[in-house]
């Protein structure tokens, strides 16, 4: 084309060029920055989570052994105190918001299933301190991140969460479920004092 080519000096749609050239840039801040603020909150609820699974072990280990059905069962009590907090975390399920009370009342929902099988537990140290003996709990958690765009950014397709085989498989499957989903893998833990108190069961097996 000529430099006097009409088409050359049409200045039409420059303007909506413009705008998407610094829209689309902005837009991805934005959206990044509310993913960061979800996850930001995510690490705060994992942090709880650890501190009640952390709680309950100082109670549940130190415990009378015969009180439960072996090894399995104490672990399992901690990790229910554990997934009450990261119920509401589960990635929405269309027309499904997860929440605390819909996990209570159906055990077997999606959220909890998802939480349950994203959720790992670990003890990674027990030490003797200058009050006794404390423990470290380790929660690990497959986050899923769902803004549009930003996950891509700031998370993961890979989970990379060292659990249980079982529960990796049924994490798998569940996954599935929430197609374009990224995820991220959060950890927190939470160190407190063993209690060597003694506890005294009544005659319906309740402490006291």
């Given at each position: 084309m000529r430099e006097g080519d009409p088409l050359v000096r049409d200045q039409q749609g420059v303007a909506f060029l413009e705008f998407l050239v610094a829209?689309?840039?902005i837009w991805v801040f934005f959206l990044s920055l509310v993913q960061l603020c979800m996850i930001s909150t995510a690490r705060l609820?994992?942090?709880h989570a650890a501190d009640s699974a952390a709680r309950a072990a100082v109670v549940v280990l130190p415990d009378d052994p015969s009180k439960y059905q072996?090894?399995?069962?104490?672990?399992?009590?901690?990790?229910?105190?554990?997934?009450a907090p990261l119920t509401p975390l589960a990635p929405s399920w269309p027309g499904?918001?997860?929440?605390?009370?819909r996990a209570i009342d159906s055990a077997s929902s999606l959220s909890t299933l998802y939480s349950d099988a994203a959720l790992s537990l670990s003890f990674p140290a027990v030490s003797e301190g200058a009050a006794g003996t404390e423990i470290t709990v380790r929660v690990s958690y497959a986050y899923a991140c769902q803004v549009p765009i930003a996950r891509r950014i700031l998370c993961s397709g890979s989970l990379g969460l060292s659990a249980r085989r079982a529960r990796g498989k049924e994490l798998g499957s569940l996954v599935k479920r929430f197609p374009g989903n990224q995820f991220l893998l959060l950890r927190q833990e939470t160190t407190l004092l063993l209690h060597a108190a003694a506890y005294e069961y009544g005659p319906a097996g309740e402490r006291s």
């Open positions: 829209f689309i840039p609820i994992v942090k072996g090894p399995e069962d104490m672990l399992e009590d901690i990790r229910r105190a554990a997934l499904i918001r997860p929440t605390v009370r």
